[in-house]
Structure formats: C-alpha cells, structure tokens
C-alpha cells in the first residue's frame, strides 16, 4: 500500500463541494471513483479541509492510498484522464510517508477571495468572482480587517452549521489590495471555521462600501453572536489557495 500526496485544482461550480454528498457531486466522488476504476480499489481521498458548494481550489492538497503499483506521474496521469470531463485536475503527485496527513500534518491553510468591483456583469468571471457594483474602499477595507487579525472568538464569523469544537481561532493575515476592477482579500490561518472566510468578506465589503466603520466591524466581532454578523458574501469568489506543511 502506498500513500500519495495530491495538490489539486477545481472548478467549485458543478459541485456540491469538496467532500461527498448523498445528494449530489463531489470534488472527492470525482477522484475517488476515477482512481477505483483505475485499480478496482475502493479508494478514499483525505483533504486538507473542505469546501463549500460553489467554491474553488487552486492548490488543495489531499492524499490516498492504493495497493496496485504505479508511479506518482502514471497515477496522476490516469486520474487527470479519467476524471474528464470534470473541472478537477491533478497538478502534482508525490509519494509520501504512511504517517503523513492531507488533514492532520496540515500546519496551515490559505485562502483568496476575489471581488470584481465594477457595474458592468461578468462575463469570462461569472461564477468566479463576486461582482459588487458600489464602489469599494480597499484601504478602509485592509484596514479594517486588521481588527480581526489574531485571536478571537469568531462566533459571529461562523456558520450555524459549523462542526468545530471552539470558536476559537488565530486569524494569522487578512489583508486587501486591489488591482485594477478586482478587490482581493488573503487570508491565512492554521484552520477556519466554516463560513469564516466568506463571512468576514461580506464585512469587509459593507466597510468598503461606507455602510460599516471598523468600530462597526469590531463590535460584530465582539458581540460574538451569528445575528450581528452584516453579511455573508457568496461563494463564487473563494479559492482555497495553499495548504501548508512541515519540511
């Protein structure tokens, strides 16, 4: 049996999200059924974490193991193969240590949000960013976001449906810059609460917009409580961008 690290890119729009779903397409059905049919294995795929309906991936990083000899470049290979026509791609494949964890070797995680800040609709980005048609202040936006950097209670910031033990979390970096039409928003942190990301933006974006302060913000981070929270920004414009682990 040997073990295989995956870095992985996908399109989120025709999925339920990352993990499986009894009601409907996964980014982990995809690759698990095109690796069983690849070994007649029954095969299951670990992720660094999981991502919504509508969210995307550009570096997500997953292992799994297989019994039937193949090199890591034959084993990516087959799976870009059969996994077509879906929007998943394998980008790199390594073999790694049995002890080694997409999930729990995983030291932390990186996320982009990308927002079209421009009146006209979407056209080549449609499903692949938020189109917000006020104008947005980026910089009262990166500085508002700076309130939410470090260690919080980020109750307000966390999906009713949200499994994690502790609202606790170490924001490590939030930060907004704009290029152009598009506001960008990194964020890192060693794990998130689901929703968080997505949460926060829709924050940012109503400071952006002069409807919020970054009092404001703060004081939603303070009240600790789901209903203060302004708004949750949709899916389309999040991208999980980098997992990271120990060397």
């Known amino acids: 049996m040997t073990r295989y690290a995956l870095t992985v890119e996908f399109d989120g729009r025709p999925f339920m999200g990352w993990q499986r779903q009894a009601h409907g397409p996964s980014v982990q059905q995809t690759i ?3 690796a069983h049919k690849l070994t007649g294995e029954p095969v299951v795929v670990h992720a660094a974490g999981r991502t919504d309906a509508g969210v995307h991936g550009v570096g997500m990083r997953a292992h799994l193991e297989i019994e039937k000899p193949l090199t890591a470049f034959r084993l990516m290979e087959a799976l870009n193969s059969l996994m077509r026509p879906n929007p998943v791609a394998i980008l790199d494949c390594v073999p790694v240590a049995d002890d080694w964890h997409a999930r729990f070797s995983c030291t932390g995680r990186r996320y982009e949000y990308v927002i079209v800040n421009r009146r006209a609709p979407l056209t080549l980005d449609k499903g692949r960013a938020w189109r917000v048609i006020h104008p947005l202040d980026a910089g009262a936006m990166h500085d508002a976001a700076q309130r939410l950097v470090g260690r919080h209670d980020f109750t307000t910031f966390r999906s009713v449906h949200c499994q994690s033990e502790s609202p606790l979390k170490s924001l490590d970096r939030l930060d907004v810059e704009r290029d152009g039409d598009n506001v960008v928003i ?33 004081a939603a981070l303070e009240a600790c409580d789901r209903a203060a929270l302004g708004l949750n920004a949709p899916p389309d414009g ?7 682990y120990p060397a």
């Open 32 to 34: 698990e059924d095109a």
């Open 238 to 244: 999040l991208y999980f961008v980098e997992a990271t």
């Open 186 to 218: 990194h964020a890192a942190a060693r794990s998130f609460l689901h929703h968080q990301v997505r949460s926060m933006v829709g924050c940012l974006a109503l400071v952006g917009q002069g409807r919020w302060s970054a009092d404001d913000l703060q």
